[in-house]
């Protein structure tokens, strides 16, 4: 079965809690919005910016049956259905696919450790086992397991496997995935630190899979428009060079401590982090809001900083 690639910003959103550490799903609502109506093409919900390992797996059910009736536009809603074994990321996927998701974000499994070809294999069975589009996450930083592009450009072969997102820093394996024209859409992600959003994009990569858009989604889709003429690659490196403080910013503390600090401190829904993970210190978070402003992104996206709430 063939399926639509995706072009643009794919936004990691993160989950909002109300103050008793419940999911706020009206929170969920506003997200969604603000992500449609500035450009987005398609959101990740419950992926490690959506502090998925922490959980449950009723939690889980619970968002991906609300979240889907949220729909509607053309932005596209996938899901984070990893697990921690191919039966349980299975069974995720399917629940996603049954509830109408449009996709699916698959990472090796955490604290495993499993040999790369097992990890293969645990990405296959799953696509094997649905008809829903999916995209790998190759986050060895995160998960350890570390694809190389042989594996990779394998994976793409199935036909449900649409989307690459590399988070590496090599960027001669994004040019070798790239060079071998698979049917895949490849990103990255937007970390500076990596690297990788500069020769993704001059390569032709598809956009990028950021959680940055959570706080600029309309200057971050921008940056992840894939490139069609020379003007456009002055654009991006313009947009690029803009956003670099804030892109920094968000990569200030592991995901997504640094981002959802900063939400809560505009007046974006976000809540409180699940502990272990506490709220990034006032003085940072101070100097994120400093950021906004100067980038002129509170008063386009009519955003009132409440600072005191970020320390909550």
Known sequence: MAHDLIAGSFVAIVTPF??????????????????????????LIMG??????????????????????????????????????TDSAIKMTQFAEKEGADGAILAAPSYICAPEEDIVEYFLDIANAVKLPLGIYNNPPRVKSDLNTEQLLR????????????STTR???????????????????????????????????????????NLAPGEIATMSTPWKTPAQSEVFRDT?????????????????????????????????????????????????????????????YGLKPTLASAAE
């Not at 109300?18 to 959101?43: H, K, M, Y």
Request: with cysteine; hydrophobic share 40%.
């Open 18 to 43: 109300n103050r008793d550490g419940s999911v706020d799903f009206e929170g969920f609502r506003t997200i969604l919005d603000f992500q449609e109506r500035n450009g987005s093409v398609a959101v």
């Open 240 to 300: 690029y060079l803009k956003m670099l403080p804030l892109l920094h910013y968000c990569y200030s503390a592991i995901n997504p401590v640094a981002v959802k600090s900063l939400m809560q401190a505009v007046g974006l829904p976000s809540g409180p982090l699940r502990k272990p993970l506490k709220p990034h210190n006032p003085q940072a978070v101070a100097k994120g809001v400093q950021i906004m402003k100067d980038l002129g992104l509170l008063d386009k």
């Open 48 to 85: 490690s910016t959506g502090e998925v390992s922490m959980l449950s797996l009723e939690e889980r059910h619970e968002i991906i049956r609300q979240t889907v009736k949220m729909k509607k536009g053309k932005m596209q809603l996938w899901y984070g259905c990893s697990g921690n074994s």
């Open 171 to 213: 960027v001669g394996q994004v040019a070798q995935v790239l060079k071998a024209k698979p049917n895949v859409s490849v990103m990255c992600c937007d970390s500076p630190n990596l690297g990788l959003v500069v020769p993704t994009m001059s390569l032709g990569g598809h956009g990028t899979a950021n959680m940055s858009g």
């Open 155 to 166: 994976l793409f072969e199935h036909p449900n496997v649409i989307v690459h997102k590399e």
